[in-house]
């Protein structure tokens, strides 16, 4: 035991001396776990004596490991050198060339340059493809790493060079290597997209605690892979990576995960924190939060010092440099080192006296020292009870000659020729002069010792990474037949009900299926009260690792709240993102663990798209698969809630995502033929797609489903109601709730004006729209052929629907706009643009013009411009409906 350090705290105190020698006593003589006991007690005392006891969240600014708990590295310390520096030459290398050929095509080389260590530790002796015939870990990386996770896989043999010098040039003749991890791009390779800063992080928990979930309920066998996330220092601002689902790794006891934080103390733009320690900061966000934190600062050669440090006095320096001052260490040089920072203490300055000033220089980061980064893995792996999280210090653009650790290192992409056969000397590659100027790749013979040990150490792992199952549907998989739902396609027998309801009971019946029920996994963000979900709780309960620890107080009622170890259902608690996590480790299911589950996410329309629209887009990227619920849906079906609640657009957003279908059905019938026609389609039928369904809580009548509509429901329009007994002078679209809008409208023209119309429910604007478009273009492509017809014209020519259409919806005007290039001037459109109010159904419909009067006299007013209708009678309409033509417009009120 050494006191001597906190003698340079504290150098006047005696009375602390003496209770510091008598601390060191009891350790020596009864061993650590005395020393925690005495501390726990002394800390009880004090909070019983009235003393404020200080919070301390940092350790001091060393590594975790002291070096007397280290063990030795297992492998070939010179091989796995000379492999890592054959990666960064090429990851180097690929950006470089690429850009000289192709001025501002981009490309990282400084994150992996600080991530190389940290990588080729866990390729070499952690990361398992498989373990057995166990399944493998997970490994999100950090995603400007990309090019030297590519230069591995070059070297393995995995990827030609053909395809590595097409980096970034996806679209030539052989496609290249997309920029950043996408499934999409590459289904094969990358399981992951992290590039969108913080999605990473929070994926990756979640991913962790999925798997728990499929453990309990019994659909995987338990299993030892991890999930591993590489962070960057900067990505940590994202709310998503310190929000609240650090909590949640550690409540879960997540010890299937691990995060290993690069800091390399930069971001884009410079220093991470120049007037702090971001170290610091994220080790008492993680320990607050209670993970295991594993600090890696300090290589093997300040082991020494660190020694010979009896004053103390080095680790207070280590203590009060901030980072501003740690990177300008490593931009500048030796001297530079010995004296701003060996040179401010005396004690400091003999430490390294006889040091020549390259020593100081090559003093390492800790996480760019193989020995200590194993060390931290074994520890981080050996850890049970919760997860950990490893924070390595390192040097952005380390090994970039004159561009190491400035802060325009992010922006590095070229290396002037100097540069480049300097980082060849540097790094030992063995190719001559013009070579290294060009920026050539380099791979040593197949049977040369480096490609022959990465080859043995991947296969001892049980394979490459990454790697996806890039597998379509999942075989054996057959969907739930019509019949299943056949409660959703009887109507409701004149009971008014809501979609909402129909959609619940939907979701109950098919979690009673024996086939496809507990591959069904319901996710809720602290709504199912909302959606009436509340009996689903009972049936299938919550899932909760520690199953349920106290008696409810509602245990006698029916539906009380149930909470199980083999729970169903994922109940969030009120974060949107959380749910969209667990919505893309179960959307992904089928391929990153083989099992099928299908993933029900409803939510708070208004809180999906807009607020985690980018985690959507990443599951769209990733081939998620299953249903996006958007509940309460509707501008002005959503009553009472105002301006924040009422979704008016989101379905507009939604067809942004070129994998998702967008429907909005008026009728549980509707839904339940798409929910069908949806799980067939991406588990049987392997396509890549996942739905987002709107669903309404206004109660009315649920129809039963007319005879021959399947298709039109799935295509996205079908004729509901015709005109009785005419031929239609105009069209009424309708959609979700909104068709009921239309029905009455339907029944103004005819009773009051004498006026035919035929009521079309338009499940889908956005489905009408791809598909037309697909064969527009195929039109444009082929103009010596005979053109063929979009569905959406076909239906309309094929029913002899001429006249106006009238389309309302509770959606804003854009979506049905989406058909105006086949409907042209015959399309008039009502919706809701503009900002929600506080009011009931009525007033909302009135002030955003849906309603059956407006639809009514739009068409009306639409007949008469096209001279089928007398213009004097359609304008008094207005009045007599009371539809008000001086109000303002609702799109800016
Ligand atoms: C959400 C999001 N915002 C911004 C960016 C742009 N961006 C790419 S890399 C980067 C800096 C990354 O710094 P850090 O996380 O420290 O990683 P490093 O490269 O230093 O390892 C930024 C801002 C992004 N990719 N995603
Ligand atoms: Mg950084």
Redo the contacts with the bound molecule.
């Keep these: 035991m050494n006191a001597k350090p906190a003698a340079a705290l504290e150098p006047d105190h005696e009375e602390i001396l003496e209770w510091i020698e008598a601390f060191d006593e009891v350790i020596d003589q009864e061993g650590p776990g005395q020393g925690t006991r005495l501390l726990e007690a002394l800390t009880r005392r004090a909070h019983q004596s009235g003393v404020d006891v200080p919070v301390h969240l940092n350790t001091p600014y060393v590594n975790t490991i002291p070096v007397s708990e280290e063990v030795p590295y297992p492998g070939d310390r010179a091989m796995e050198r000379r492999i890592k520096s054959l990666i960064r030459w090429n990851a180097m290398a690929m950006v470089h060339r690429q850009n000289k050929k192709d001025p501002g095509i981009g490309g990282?080389i400084?994150?992996y340059s600080?991530?190389a260590t940290l990588l080729e530790v866990g390729y070499n002796h952690f990361f398992y493809a498989n373990h057995g015939d166990e399944p493998g870990d997970f490994v999100y990386f950090?995603?400007?790493?990309s090019p030297g996770v590519y230069a591995r896989a070059f070297l393995e043999g995995r990827l030609t060079q053909e395809q590595v010098e097409n980096y970034r040039h996806e679209l030539r003749d052989k496609p290249g290597l997309s920029s950043y991890p996408h499934p999409w791009l590459m289904p094969s390779f990358w399981r992951f997209p992290t590039?969108?800063?913080?999605?990473g992080p929070l994926n990756a928990i979640y991913q962790a605690r999925f798997m728990r979930y499929l453990e309990n309920r019994g659909l995987i066998k338990p299993t030892s892979r991890k999930v591993w996330a590489f962070?960057?220092?900067?990505?940590?601002d994202?709310p998503e990576v310190l929000g609240s689902q650090l909590t949640l790794a550690a409540r879960e006891k997540l010890d299937n995960l691990i995060f290993v934080v690069?800091c390399?103390l930069?971001?884009?733009d410079g220093p991470?924190r120049g007037n702090g320690k971001i170290v610091n900061e994220l080790e008492a966000a993680f320990r607050g939060t209670g993970w295991n934190v594993i600090k890696v600062l300090w290589g093997s050669g300040w082991d020494e010092l660190l020694a010979r440090d009896h004053s103390g006095m080095l680790i207070k320096r280590m203590e009060e440099c901030v980072d501003g001052e740690y990177q300008a260490f490593k931009a500048k040089d030796g001297a530079y080192v010995r004296k701003e920072f060996f040179g401010k203490y005396p004690e400091t300055a003999a430490l390294v006296a006889d040091w020549t000033d390259d020593e100081i220089f090559h003093l390492q980061r800790g996480g760019l020292d193989p020995q200590k980064v194993y060390n931290a893995y074994k520890r981080a792996m050996d850890h049970k009870g919760g997860p950990t999280v490893i924070l390595a210090k390192t040097i952005?653009g380390y090994g970039l000659g004159s561009a190491q650790a400035r802060n325009a290192t992010?922006q590095e992409k070229k290396m002037t020729d100097e540069a480049l056969t300097a980082f060849r000397s540097r790094f030992e590659i063995p190719i001559p002069d013009n070579a290294a100027k060009e920026g050539s790749l380099y791979r040593p013979p197949e049977d040369s010792p480096e490609i022959q040990y990465m080859l043995e150490r991947r296969k001892e792992l049980g394979g490459f990474m990454p790697k996806r199952d890039a597998r379509k549907g999942v075989r054996g998989f057959e969907a739930p037949s019509l019949e299943t739902f056949k409660e959703s396609l009887e109507g409701s027998k004149g009971r008014a009900v809501s979609t909402t309801m129909g959609f619940v009971s939907m979701l109950r019946n098919l979690m009673k299926d024996p086939k496809v029920g507990k591959l069904v996994v319901p996710i809720i963000p602290d709504e199912a009260r909302t959606f009436g979900m509340e009996s689903i709780i009972r049936q299938v309960g919550i899932y909760a690792s520690q199953g349920q620890l106290y008696k409810p107080h509602d245990v006698d009622m029916l539906l009380y709240y149930r909470e199980a170890k083999d729970g169903q259902i994922l109940e969030e608690g009120i974060t949107e993102a959380g749910s969209m996590a667990s919505m893309t480790a179960a959307g992904t299911a089928y391929s990153n663990y083989r099992v099928p589950v299908i993933p029900f996410f409803t939510y708070y329309s208004m809180f999906g798209f807009q607020r985690v629209g980018?985690l959507i887009w990443a599951f769209a990227d990733a081939r998620g698969k299953g249903f996006l619920m958007g509940g309460t849906a509707g501008r002005t079906t959503l009553l009472g809630e105002g301006l924040q609640h009422q979704d008016g657009h989101s379905t507009l957003v939604a067809s942004t995502v070129p994998t998702c279908a967008t429907y909005d059905p008026a009728f549980v019938y509707e839904t339940a033929v798409i929910v069908q026609d949806g799980i067939r389609r991406m588990y049987q039928e392997g396509e890549d797609r996942f739905y987002y369904i709107m669903i309404y809580n206004e109660d009315y009548p649920m129809p039963e489903m007319p005879k021959g509509v399947e298709e039109g429901i799935i295509k996205g329009i079908y004729k509901y109601k015709a005109a009785e007994g005419k031929k239609a002078d105009v069209h009424l679209f309708g959609s979700g709730p909104i068709l009921n809008e239309a029905l009455k409208a339907q029944q103004i023209l005819s009773e009051k004006y004498g006026v035919q119309g035929d009521v079309w429910s338009v499940t889908s604007y956005n489905e009408l729209r791809r598909e037309a478009l697909a064969i527009e273009r195929w039109n444009r492509l082929h103009p010596a052929e005979k053109p063929k017809q979009p569905y959406i014209v076909s239906v309309l020519e094929k029913a002899k629907a001429e006249g106006p259409i009238v389309a309302a919806s509770d959606y804003m005007k854009a979506i049905p706009d989406q058909l105006a290039p086949w409907l042209g001037t015959r399309l008039t459109t009502l919706g809701t643009d503009g900002f929600g109010r506080s009011d009931n159904r009525q007033h909302l419909r009135r002030h955003f013009e849906i309603n059956a009067e407006s639809i009514a006299t739009s068409a009306l007013s639409r007949l008469a411009r096209d001279g089928k209708f007398d213009p004097q009678k359609a304008q008094k309409a207005f009045s007599d409906l009371e539809v008000n033509i001086e109000k303002g417009d609702p799109a800016r009120a």
């Design positions: 990282h400084s994150t600080s991530l950090q995603g400007h790493a590039v969108s800063m913080g999605l962070i960057g220092d900067g990505e940590t994202e690069n390399n930069q971001r884009l991470v952005k992010h980018d």
